[in-house]
């Protein structure tokens, strides 16, 4: 399995906690943008999770190295606000793992990935950090991260890039550097939600045909195991944003 113009599956095996896991986790406001590690602002993961095991995925054609470690990634691109809160889990026990770097990056509405805009067909400035960026996570093994819902770029439905990185080394210029790469995967959105987020500005501004969520080559259906984000709404209108939360479980050896 290939993501397009990406590159092959790996073939470690991650565990993923189930969603009902997933939705006992308490979502609130992100942390104002910090290397340090993400505060405790979720309960525990209980140690007698249940766990599944899923396969790992593309990391895409659109990774860059480096990037920077801060709570908000959004800078000043538009959209749905999306507060994702990821807690990672030891794979034998389901007890939270802290001080592990969990990394994101996505497209942004108009599909565009920074360091690559016009792959997509749009012309906007690009400077090389949009939509990218990670944390650390707390105690309680959750990273807090706040962004936009993401949008679609050709042949691909919506989705974010994850990796999660242990021992890593933050740096003077707020990155990061060194480590051991546990997990890439991606994670998915609910197509009744994504149908509601593509009807409204800005989403209505990507020219690009909307692969849904049945019709993507990556995702399998799997659900929370294959990285399928529970949702929640921050208000009463599509436009109000969402949390969205997911367990992950990874191999430490």
Known sequence: MTDTAGTPVGRRTVLIATGATAATLAVTTAAPESPSPSPARAEPVAAAAVCTLTKEMTEGPYYLDGQLVRSNIAEDKTGIPLKLALTVVDDDTCAPLSNALVEIWHADVLGEYSGFVGNNGHNEPDNGTFLRGGVLTGANGVANITTVYPGWYRGRCIHIHIKVHTNVTLTSD????????????????????????????????????????????IYDEGGAASGLLTLTALGSTTSAGYTGTLTLGIEQS
């Open 174 to 217: 707020g990155s990061f550097t060194g480590g051991q790469e546990l997990h890439t995967g991606q994670l998915f959105f609910s197509e009744t939600i994504s149908t509601r987020v593509a009807a409204i500005s800005p989403y209505t501004g990507n020219t690009v045909t909307r692969t849904t969520l049945a019709e993507d080559s």
